[in-house]
Nanobody, 122 residues
C-alpha cells in the first residue's frame, strides 16, 4: 500500500491550500484517515482525522480554518486549509489505517505518505 500526498506549496498569510492524499495497492478497506504535520525542530502533531463514518476531529490550533474530508471511491483524503498563518508552516503527512488484502488473507496496518511541504510566508 502506498500513500501519495500532493498539494503543498508557498502561500501568503491568509491564503488557502488543499492537500490530497491518495492510497493505492492491495487495499481491502480503509478505516481512519488523518493529516499530521511536523515543523522544523518540533514533534509531529495530529492536525485532523476522519473516521469511516465521517466523524472528524481537529487540533485546537486549526479548528474553524481547516476541513478534512474523504472520498472512499477514490481512496483519497483531503485537507482544505483556509486563513493560513505562518505557524502552519510544516511538512504535512497523511496517514491511513488500512485493511490490506494479500495472499488470500486480510490484515490491518497503518501507512504514511511521503509528506508535502506547506510554507506560509509573505
Amino acid at each position: 500500500v502506498q500513500l501519495q500526498a500532493s498539494g503543498g506549496g508557498l502561500v501568503q498569510p491568509g491564503g488557502s491550500l488543499t492537500l490530497s492524499c491518495a492510497a493505492s495497492g492491495s487495499i481491502f478497506s480503509i478505516n481512519n484517515m488523518a493529516w499530521w504535520r511536523q515543523a522544523p525542530g518540533n514533534q509531529r502533531e495530529l492536525v485532523a482525522a476522519i473516521t469511516t463514518g465521517g466523524t472528524t476531529n481537529y487540533a485546537d490550533s486549526v479548528k474553524g480554518r481547516f476541513t478534512i474530508s474523504r472520498d472512499d471511491a477514490k481512496n483519497t483524503v483531503y485537507l482544505q486549509m483556509n486563513s493560513l498563518k505562518p505557524g502552519d508552516t510544516a511538512v504535512y503527512y497523511c496517514k491511513a489505517d488500512v485493511h490490506v488484502s494479500e495472499y488470500g488473507s486480510v490484515y490491518r496496518d497503518a501507512f504514511w505518505g511521503q509528506g508535502t511541504l506547506v510554507t506560509v510566508s509573505s
